[in-house]
């Protein structure tokens, strides 16, 4: 399969040692090593991005962007083949991209420190404030409503009037909980329909697996831009509320290890408003923890929602896996919500050391 891939970018497959990587969950990754380079092959989940020739295009036009006004940035743009394309469709109609290897890099799968939340923060604020002057009008929605929580709460409602009996019963808890925290969901409507927070150039997955670090541990840049569109600073705020706070994830079962680390919220913070604060604006400043209950919130409902339509869409390993994920999510909402006046108060001394 890979003879011809490498072929029309230009390498020699005897010379190529192909080496598959696991950290992706969406996309498949190898790493293609040759006499004297090292290089990313990825191929595009289709299933997913249904256009990846807009993924391209928005690529290639941030990194023209980027080149006018910090040349210096370490932008990690896709190759192109010899005969100028960026992307290499397969017969049998499977997109793949090459990337150059960063030397001296490296990612990491889980947070570990406070010094880890604070640099990735850092690295998703400089890629939003290194933006702020594109034209959004030029970007395709690679994934078109992604983080509409309006649509995952119409999802959610239609899903309680489609779905079995027996898990509706079962579900009860969960399905009531969702609807006590509604007013998350007037929030955001409230925000975004009256222009409170405006449209950025918004990563929309941040979590610390897609971030770069240097041999010491200090953040180079951003991976992995293929939900790079038009968005608003709650998503990758959030994002990083959701997967940095707690050291249990929402596959944890004993929720007594889900916790609010301050520590982590105040790295988040400090890192991503020293490269934002000349640029959010007051609303947006003022909801920076609205940003974290809107992101668990919308995971919670997207859990419970797949669990009442039989489990089409998430992976599951046990019956009631989507059930115990959605109580996972909305404990540490719960979690999250108790925290707010220590996390209010850690945002008034934003220039502390990590």
Known sequence: MFNNILIAYGLD????????????????????????????????????????GDIAQNLEILNNYIKKVDPDYLFVAPLLSPNGSSIVQTES?????LFPFIKNSHTVNTVENAGEAYE?????????????????????????????????????????????PGRLETAKDVIDTINRYSNITLTYENLVNNALIPLRVIHHDT?????????????LCVIDLDTVMP????????????????????????????????EFFYAIYKGYIEQMEGILTPAEKENFIFAGKFMIYMQATRFITDYLNNDIYYQVKYSGHNLMRARNQLYFLDEYIKAEPQLTELMKHQYSSI
Not at 133 to 149: A, E, K, M, P
């Open 13 to 52: 497959p005897a010379v190529c040692e192909i080496h598959k990587l696991d950290s992706g969950l969406i996309n498949y990754t190898w790493k293609i090593t040759t006499q004297d380079k090292e290089f990313i092959l990825q191929q595009i989940n289709s299933n997913v991005f249904k256009s990846p």
């Open 93 to 97: 109609g499977s997109y793949f991209r």
């Open 120 to 164: 990735a923060a850092k690295q998703f604020g400089t890629f939003t404030r290194l933006f702020k002057g594109l034209d959004l009008s030029l970007l395709n929605y690679t994934l078109t409503d992604f983080h509409n929580l309006p649509l995952r709460i119409e999802q959610f409602n239609q899903a309680c009037k489609q779905a079995e």
């Open 207 to 219: 979590k610390i697996s897609n971030v770069l670090f240097d041999d010491t541990n200090k953040g």
């Open 231 to 262: 968005g608003y600073f709650i998503s990758d705020v959030g994002d990083m509320m959701r997967t940095y706070l707690s050291p249990a994830n929402e596959e944890e079962q004993d929720f007594s290890k889900i916790t609010v680390r301050h």
